[in-house]
């Protein structure tokens, strides 16, 4: 079984530019999450999807942050314009409906504003 | 507000050495108590989930128990290879998502 999938592995960025993450999640898993590990912290719920929906994004900064979930398969998350703060680990995760098993993480996109 | 700690922050071994790793939560309605492991430049790795109090899971030099308040993670015997940080999380009853502690770094040398 393929894991999940994550573009770019790195990249940096100047303070209030504009950068886009890409996640594929495993084939057939209808829960998609974004989380954010700050460094030497645990990963921090941003949003989740639940198919192509939004279940939960009480914790994504709508002013600077978007993410959306095409055809409830690949999402994208967005930061414009990005902060000093946001630099940090972006993590994609799936599970199948229930998610009791656990998540499967993708290894990640490590961000860095400069 | 749902809560998980963990500690120690890091932990240095020798190898051999045995030791426990501490995850205390607060989380209502919580539904399962998970640990991860985490190695540089990567995602969390799923280990166990633990769902009532007094259930008890192994693999290989890990052990992970749960009681009402907190959940332990043994490492028997480590070896250099069981260097990592580790993660506990909880999930409530409602929805899937899982709060996560700060970790535990863990160092074992040969």
């Known amino acids: 079984e393929a894991g999940v999938a994550q573009s770019p592995r790195y990249k940096i960025i100047e303070k209030r530019q504009s950068v886009a993450f890409w996640c594929n999640p495993i084939?057939?898993?209808?829960?998609l999450y974004w989380y954010q590990q700050i460094l030497g912290q645990g990963p921090k719920l941003l949003i989740q999807?639940?198919?192509?929906?939004?279940?939960?994004d009480s914790q994504l900064p709508k002013d600077r942050f978007s993410a959306e979930r095409l055809k409830g398969v690949d999402s994208t998350l967005k930061i414009q314009p990005a902060k000093l703060e946001d630099s940090a680990v972006y993590l994609c995760?799936?599970?199948?409906?229930?998610?009791?098993?656990?998540?499967?993480f993708g290894s990640g996109t490590r961000l860095t504003v400069v | 507000e749902d809560q998980v700690t963990q500690s120690p922050e890091a932990l240095r071994l020798q190898e051999g050495e045995s030791s426990s790793l501490n995850c205390s939560y607060t989380?209502?309605?919580?539904?399962?108590l998970f640990w991860y492991r985490q190695d540089p430049g990567k995602g969390p790795e799923f280990l166990f989930t633990?769902?009532?109090a007094g259930e008890e899971k192994e693999k290989e030099r890990l052990k992970a128990t749960l009681t009402k308040k907190e959940s332990f993670l043994h490492i028997t015997a480590p070896k250099p290879e069981d260097s990592a940080t580790y993660l506990c999380?909880?999930?409530?009853?409602?929805?899937?998502?899982?709060?996560f502690g700060g970790g535990t770094r863990v160092l074992v040398k040969p």
């Open positions: 995760a799936s599970s199948s409906t229930g998610g009791a098993a656990g998540y499967t």
């Open positions: 633990l769902y009532s």
């Open positions: 084939s057939g898993h209808a829960t």
């Open positions: 999380a909880g999930i409530k009853a409602a929805g899937n998502k899982l709060t």
């Open positions: 999807f639940q198919n192509n929906g939004v279940v939960d």
């Open positions: 989380v209502s309605g919580l539904r399962g």
